[in-house]
């Protein structure tokens, strides 16, 4: 039995999910470290960050209608965010 000074694991919820795919897409971007090594890639991997922000729209499409308005502002704000950065990291190169 965990003791009280244990931290227990974040829960699942829908916008830990978004933020899962959206933390992909930025680290695809190279603008936030691989959680795996700990270094940031060397160039953007474009294809894998679209794939993720692809993901995040059919989701939205999918889920239109089902969620609480907390959950679709957060998919909304998330999928802009990720569209500007995108815009923004491709114009660098």
């Excluded at 897409?25 to 794939?51: C, N, R, W, Y």
């Amino acid at each position: 039995m965990p003791s009280s000074e244990e931290k227990k694991a974040p829960a699942l919820d829908f916008n830990a999910l978004v933020l899962s795919l959206g933390s992909s897409a930025i680290v695809h971007l190279g603008e936030a470290p691989d959680p795996t090594s700990g270094k940031k890639p060397d160039k953007p991997d474009f294809d894998m960050a679209q794939q993720s922000i692809d993901l995040l729209a059919m989701l939205q499409e999918k889920t239109r209608g089902n969620l609480s308005p907390e959950e679709a502002r957060f998919l909304e704000n998330m999928l802009f965010d990720l569209r500007m950065l995108y815009v923004q990291v491709s114009k660098k190169g």
